[in-house]
């Protein structure tokens, strides 16, 4: 049986293990919050350039004169994305070198999008609660899912073209 035939079952394994990582105190507190709390900041500090009535306190985005605030939760912050990504790299037969620049490329790619989508969020709750509410649960969730989707096709297809160029 060809290695290609245990795509599925190694994906759900470090899907499962990954994610049951994530769930660790200890990741929480070294990685997770941390992260998230950079997150808070660099959408703050990118938000500052046009309007400096805003503020990072922790995980929480506010506008000081109107006090709305949003707060990067858990599947806020780009991590669940980055997991399906990284085991779905990982269990794919390619070189360790690809599977390397695929996961930093599709990090980048999903944070990237991620704090445009905090940003976004932070603008559509101060105009319209209902809007937000729309958009946070239906349309960002599904944008960053798809970003995984398309990082992940972009990458297989850079990573078959060099797997060919390699073997003529």
Not at 71 to 88: D, F, K, M
Not at 143 to 167: C, Y
């Amino acid at each position: 049986m060809k290695s290609s035939n245990y795509y599925f079952p190694k994906f759900i394994s470090l899907l499962l293990i990954l994610f049951l990582a994530e769930l660790l105190s200890i990741t929480q507190q070294n990685i997770i919050i941390p992260w998230t709390q950079f997150l808070a900041e660099l959408s703050a500090f990118l938000v500052q350039l046009f309007d400096t009535n805003t503020i990072a306190q922790g995980v929480v985005l506010r506008d000081i004169q109107s006090g709305f605030a949003v707060s990067i939760q858990p599947g806020c912050n780009g991590i669940e994305a980055i997991i399906v990504l990284i085991a779905a790299i990982v269990a794919y037969p390619a070189s360790i070198k690809a599977k390397i620049n695929g996961i930093a490329f599709g990090f980048l790619a999903i944070q990237f999008l991620n704090v445009i989508r905090i940003i976004s969020l932070f603008y559509l709750g101060q105009w319209n609660q209902m809007v937000f509410e729309w958009a946070h649960q239906y349309v960002w969730q599904a944008l960053i899912m798809l970003d995984v989707l398309l990082v992940f096709i972009i990458w297989i297809r850079m990573t078959g073209r060099k797997m060919v160029s390699e073997h003529v």
